[in-house]
């Protein structure tokens, strides 16, 4: 797993995030496992249980992302993937573009 995906971001640091994070640290040869949580004291939690890049920080937390799962409502999901990660991307990417208006 950490040859073809050296870097795991998990979005959601409920039952099924936070189970599939401590699952992933376990490994013989873990993955770097980001956790995206909302809440501070929940990030602060996961550290304490091992998984130390436990953040509240959306956009650090996929920056360097090989795999990106998603753990959290599906309602939630339009949110956070459009208006909070790739819609912020490609505005700057197409910023960078030599024939943006």
Do not use: Y
Not at 47 to 76: F, K, M, Q, Y
């Amino acid at each position: 797993m950490s040859e073809d995906f050296p870097n795991v971001t998990i979005l959601g640091g409920g039952l099924l995030g936070g189970s599939l994070a401590m699952a992933l640290i376990a490994q013989a040869a873990p993955p770097h496992v980001r956790l995206w949580v909302r809440k501070q004291a929940t990030a602060d939690a996961a550290r304490t249980l091992g998984i130390h890049a436990a953040t509240c920080d959306l956009a650090a937390a996929v920056e360097a992302a090989d795999l990106l799962v998603l753990a959290v409502p599906v309602a939630a999901t339009l949110r956070i993937l459009g208006e909070e990660v790739w819609l912020p991307r490609w505005r700057a990417w197409a910023e960078r573009q030599p024939d943006a208006p």
